[in-house]
Each structure stands twice: as structure tokens, then as C-alpha cells.
């Protein structure tokens, strides 16, 4: 895919699970990826020196805007600029509405929304032309399920933030879009039993769970210059449902 050499860009909850995995490609088509965390410091640390490409770790709970500030001077200081923004932080969350807390709704929606919200407004300066935003949704998005509701509100809101970003970024040929997995197999599911993960499994035309580098592949291809006429859209990565 593509050559992302000269190219910087922050991969957010790059510690684990997808994220990590997304560092991982980025790093390997070229890019210098700075590994944000908030909880997984050695994860990052290690992740940062294994994929090397001057790629660092870098420390915010995106939640907090003055963390979020902090990091980017830090980005700003020891590089000046990103190329490719990928919003991946994230949580999970399910119950039904009656047992929906204010707190668990609003810390759904603090990471999800408004951390991608805040990041991006912080990297819209430091971003040159010809970058890339590329934020993580979910099929939750388009299933219908029980219990999922808030999630996927939160991931829909990302989806709306891109299609209408996607315009406001253009005159400076910065793609903005979704990447919307299915269920991949990493600890946001470590809730299910294995009778839940083995019926969600059921419902995946190509019949497995989805890895980190299935997803990770797709930020890529929006990440490398192929893919310089796709804007304001959505990418289901999802095994096909
Ligand atoms: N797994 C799935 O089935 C699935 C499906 C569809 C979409 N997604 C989405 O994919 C993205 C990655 O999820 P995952 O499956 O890789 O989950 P995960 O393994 O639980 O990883 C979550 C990541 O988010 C980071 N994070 C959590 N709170 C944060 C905060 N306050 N500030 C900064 N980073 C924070 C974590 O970093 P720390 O550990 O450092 O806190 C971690 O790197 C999420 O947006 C998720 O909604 C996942």
C-alpha cells in the first residue's frame, strides 16, 4: 500500500487493541506514529520502540481538553506538524435505558464524541495540506441491538462529525472519514461471555472475529495517497455485516 515515508501522524489508544494496531501498519508504510495513551503507558512505550521510525508515546486522557492541549505541544514541539490524525480512542458500554446512568452516558459520550471532537480541533492547525482524519465508528452504527443504544449513538455522532467536517477540511485536501468495524476481537468485548461472542461470530458472513490488522488495513489505504479522492464517507469493515 502506500509510502507514508515523511508523513507524522497520532494514532489515539495506539496501546492496545486496534489502535495498536493501526500504529503498527502506519509505521510500517513509512510513517512516524506517535503512540497516545491514557492508561497503557508501558504498552505504548514498548509499541513506540518496537516499530521505531522515530515513533514516540505520548500520554493524554482525551476526555480532559487540558491533556488533550498538552499533547499537542508536546507534538508541536518535537515535530511541528501531523499528516494523518486517526481517532481511535474508545469505550464501550451496554445496558438497557432503564439502567443508563447520567455517568454512563456521559462518559460514553466524553470519549467517544467529544474526545474525537476535541483531538481534532487541537490537530486542525498542525495539520498540512494533503492530510488525512480518519476516525474509528461501529457497525452499531447500522445493526440494531439492545443495550447498545448509547454506544452507538456516541459512534453515530463521530459518523455525523465526519460526513460535515469532511466539507470544512477540503479546501486544504484533508480527507475526513470513518472507519466502522464489526466485532474485533480485543478487551472493549471482554465483557461478552463466550456463548455471546460465539453468537455474534454466527453472524459474520466470513465466518471469524475481526483482528486489529483487519481494521488497521483499511485506516491505511485511507491513509496513503490511493485514497486522495475519498472524503465525507464511511468504510464497514466487518467480515460483511
Ligand atoms: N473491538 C470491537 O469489537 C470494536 C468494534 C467496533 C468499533 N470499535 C472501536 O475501535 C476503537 C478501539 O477499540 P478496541 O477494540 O481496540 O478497544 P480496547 O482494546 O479496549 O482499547 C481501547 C483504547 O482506547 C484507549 N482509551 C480509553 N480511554 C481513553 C482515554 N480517556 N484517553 C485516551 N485513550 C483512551 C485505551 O488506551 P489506555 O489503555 O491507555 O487507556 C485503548 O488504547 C474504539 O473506538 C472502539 O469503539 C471496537
Known amino acids: 500500500m502506500g509510502d507514508l515515508s515523511g508523513k507524522a501522524a497520532l494514532v489515539t489508544g495506539a496501546g ?12 510500517r508504510d513509512g510513517a512516524q506514529v506517535i503512540c497516545n ?20 508515546a505520548v500520554k493524554a486522557d482525551i476526555t480532559d481538553l487540558a491533556q488533550i492541549d498538552t499533547m499537542f505541544a508536546e507534538i508541536s514541539r518535537r515535530i511541528g506538524h501531523l499528516d494523518i490524525l486517526v ?42 495540506d494533503g492530510g488525512r482524519i480518519i476516525n474509528i465508528s461501529s457497525t452499531t452504527t447500522r445493526v440494531r441491538m439492545a ?5 452507538a449513538a456516541s459512534k453515530s455522532a463521530v459518523e455525523a462529525l465526519t460526513r460535515n467536517w469532511a466539507p470544512e477540511f477540503a479546501p486544504r485536501r484533508i480527507t475526513v472519514n470513518s472507519v466502522v468495524p464489526g466485532i474485533v476481537d480485543t478487551d472493549l468485548i471482554a465483557y461478552m461471555s463466550d456463548e455471546r461472542k ?41 467480515g460483511g455485516n
Open 87 to 128: 481517532n481511535n480512542a474508545g469505550r464501550g458500554g451496554s445496558a438497557p435505558l432503564a439502567e443508563t446512568t447520567p455517568e454512563m452516558f456521559d462518559a460514553i459520550f466524553a470519549l467517544n464524541t467529544r474526545g474525537t471532537f476535541f483531538v481534532t480541533k487541537a490537530a486542525s492547525s498542525l495539520l498540512r
Open 37 to 56: 495513551y491514557s492508561r497503557a503507558a508501558a504498552e505504548a512505550e514498548a509499541l513506540a520502540a518496537e516499530i521505531g521510525g522515530e515513533a514516540f
Open 16 to 27: 492496545r487493541g486496534i489502535g495498536a494496531g493501526i500504529a503498527r501498519r502506519l509505521a
Open 147 to 151: 443495550g447498545l443504544a448509547t454506544y
Open 198 to 238: 460465539a453468537r455474534s461470530v454466527a453472524t459474520v458472513p466470513l465466518g471469524r472475529m475481526g483482528r486489529p490488522e483487519d481494521i488497521a488495513d483499511v485506516v491505511a489505504f485511507l491513509a496513503s495517497d490511493d485514497a486522495r479522492w475519498v472524503t465525507s464517507h464511511e468504510i464497514v469493515a466487518s
